[in-house]
Structure formats: structure tokens, C-alpha cells
């Protein structure tokens, strides 16, 4: 829950944007801080397309009449997530005459020593640094079950164990268009053959109806598809509790987060990849220079991710035997919003 403004000592903004995934891990940070919480809705108008280099602090990219209001009195701190709330946070903060704490999610885009922390996770290869910690996984809310049992009822006939399927869609660099979904139905038709019971499909945004047509009609009866529509009901929070184990697929940090919160074990179900995506260099170097400029940032690389999480042990490759035995993630943000408080608690001694 978000702390009431009467009941915290320190006030935080929480920027949201358009990317509910984002905004989300913003606000799953923002529930384990002992402060209380305004969110601050953003919409963004055309300069949003140019770079952080160019807009700096400012609200050049702000629709102001379509956007919540930034005035004082300035918060204790502000949580931003992504390039495009960057120069926001960081405009706050000089208006606060730099005493507003930066607490950014991912990558920035701008120089890191405007920010007091910066929180990233494999995929973005961000260099080391006195403000940077490195997380394994993006935080995400918990998961509740509906209180109604709605979905508890409707699963009641479908025999154990369950296997809640994640499925995401096509974004740079995987592809998922039909040959990936007739190969991702044939994998879990396999896999449900070996190990019994049902799979329950919780699709998103992402995937469109046509992913969901294709695993609906392959897999058949004695297992559910549900179709992401935007409205209604949808079982994704139930599945996440209810599952006896996971199918991820890999192009989603989310995703793959929620799923090994679950202490559950997970296979993740790899994509293939257009060919001319980027790589980076490394952490170290002229590439951590420039990445600690804000010039230029590491390329998104979810692969990445898949891969250090397979590492640990909290998940292994749909279809390949698991190199070690599953080990459950210990959660890693409950420590970091530990590190914020305190942040936050040094700030106000020190005015």
C-alpha cells in the first residue's frame, strides 16, 4: 500500500508515462518505501523523439495541459523509469535547488552523476559506479488472487499440476509473429505430454489476437487461453499465484521477474532474433564512458537477462535439461528500498 501524505515524513513522486510496464516497476519501488507517494501522470508531446542530450533538464517534452501539474512544494524524491522521464526528474530537481533525491529505473540517457541512484538490471549493461546498483531482476507488484474466485472457479475442472504460460509478443530484437507461435504451441504440447496437467496461456498487450488463435487451436481443450483485450477480466494475477510451475517467454523482463518471484520453477521459451541486432561492446572502457556520459546507451538485450537468471539457477530453457538444480530468487528490492529510506533519512539531516 502507498503511505498516506499524513502518515510518511518524506513525500516522493512517482513519474508515470505511457509504458504501463514501466510505471508499474515504478510503483512496486514505491510501495516498499517508508514515505508517501503522489504519481504523477505524464503525457509527452513531439520533442519526446529527440535525445536526452538535446533536451537536458527541462519539460520540452511534456504536454503540459495533458500532464499532472509539477509545481512546489518539491518532493523528497522522484522515481522515474526509462529515457523519456528522464530530463523531468532531473528539471525537479534543480527546481528544488538540487535538494530532491533522483531515484531512476533502467537507463537514463543522461550523464549518472545528475542522479543519487540508478537501479538496472542485466539486460542494459550498464557500467558500475557510486550510484548504481545492479539488480537482477526489475521490481513488479505482488501477486493477489481475485477475491471473488472467479477465476478459481472457472480453473476448478482442469487437472493438476498447472503450468501458467506468460506469453509476450514481437519487440526489437525477437520476433513473434506465426512461425514463432505454431513453434511456442508445438513445444508446450510436447512439454504438457511429459508432464501432465494443464497449461493456463495469460497472453498481453504485445501478443495480438493472432498469437492467441494459434495457441488456442493447437493446444484444445483441457486448457485455457486467455486473450488479452485491454478490459474485463483477466487471470494473469490468479495464474502468477496459482501455478504450479512456468512457461516464459523470453522478450519480457516483466515477465520473466514475476515468474521467478514465484519461487516457483520456470522454463523459458527462446525467440529468434532479427539478424542485425546491435550488441555491446562491454561495461568497461571507452563503452562505459560514453554510457556514463549519456551520449550514447548499451542496446537493450533481454538475452542477456534470460541468460544470468539461467546462470543462477532460478530458471532453465524450455526443451534443455537444467545444468543445476532450480535454486528460488531471493528478492533483492526489499534491501534496495532499504537504501532509498536511508537516502532519504541523511537528506533530511543534512538540511
Known amino acids: 500500500m502507498l503511505a498516506e501524505l499524513s502518515d510518511a515524513r518524506y513525500l516522493v513522486w ?3 508515462g505511457a509504458r504501463e510496464g514501466d510505471n508499474a516497476q515504478a510503483r512496486a519501488l514505491a510501495e516498499k518505501l517508508s514515505a508517501a507517494v503522489v504519481l504523477k501522470r505524464l503525457n509527452w508531446s ?16 511534456v504536454d503540459r495541459k495533458m500532464s499532472d501539474s509539477l509545481m512546489p512544494p518539491w518532493p523528497d524524491a522522484v522515481i522515474a523509469v526509462g529515457r523519456r522521464a528522464a530530463p ?23 550523464p549518472f552523476d545528475l542522479f543519487d541512484l540508478m537501479i538496472t538490471t542485466p539486460q542494459y549493461a ?14 513488479t507488484g505482488a501477486a493477489t488472487v481475485p477475491a471473488d474466485g ?4 472457472r480453473f476448478s475442472g482442469l487437472p493438476r ?23 511456442l504451441a508445438e513445444a508446450l504440447r510436447i512439454y504438457q505430454r511429459q508432464t501432465g496437467g494443464s497449461l493456463l ?35 494473469h494475477r490468479f495464474i502468477l499465484s496459482e501455478a504450479d510451475r512456468f512457461i516464459v517467454t523470453e522478450d519480457s523482463a516483466s515477465m520473466l521477474a514475476e ?37 550514447v546507451s548499451p542496446p537493450r538485450n533481454v538475452r542477456r537477462l534470460r541468460d544470468e537468471i539461467i546462470r543462477r539457477g532460478h530458471a532453465s530453457r524450455l526443451g534443455v535439461k537444467p545444468a543445476r538444480s532450480f535454486t528460488p530468487y531471493d528478492d533483492e528490492w526489499e534491501a534496495i528500498a532499504r537504501r532509498i529510506d536511508g537516502l532519504l533519512q541523511s537528506s533530511a539531516q543534512g538540511h
Open 126 to 139: 550498464l557500467p558500475d559506479g557510486h550510484n548504481v546498483i545492479k539488480a537482477l531482476l526489475p521490481a
Open 201 to 235: 496461456v495469460s497472453t498481453s498487450p504485445r501478443s495480438g489476437s493472432e498469437i492467441a488463435d494459434i495457441l488456442s487451436a493447437v493446444l484444445g481443450s483441457g486448457n485455457y487461453v486467455h486473450r488479452w483485450t485491454g478490459g474485463g477480466g483477466n487471470p
Open 150 to 153: 472467479l477465476w478459481r472457479s
Open 46 to 61: 513531439w520533442p519526446h523523439i529527440l535525445p536526452n542530450v538535446i533536451l537536458g533538464r527541462g519539460l520540452a517534452a
Open 161 to 183: 499440476p498447472w503450468t501458467g504460460v506468460l506469453v509476450g509478443g514481437a519487440t526489437f530484437p525477437f520476433r513473434f509473429g506465426r512461425g514463432e507461435a505454431r513453434r
Open 259 to 295: 515468474a521467478c518471484r514465484s519461487h516457483k520453477p520456470v522454463e523459458i521459451f527462446a525467440l529468434s532474433r532479427w539478424p542485425w541486432a546491435l550488441s555491446w561492446p562491454g561495461e568497461r572502457g571507452l563503452a562505459a564512458a560514453l554510457a556514463q556520459s549519456g551520449l
Open 14 to 16: 512517482v513519474l508515470q
Open 88 to 110: 523531468v526528474a532531473a528539471w525537479i530537481k534543480r527546481q528544488s535547488g538540487g535538494r530532491t533525491r533522483l531515484i531512476h529505473l533502467g537507463r537514463p540517457r543522461l
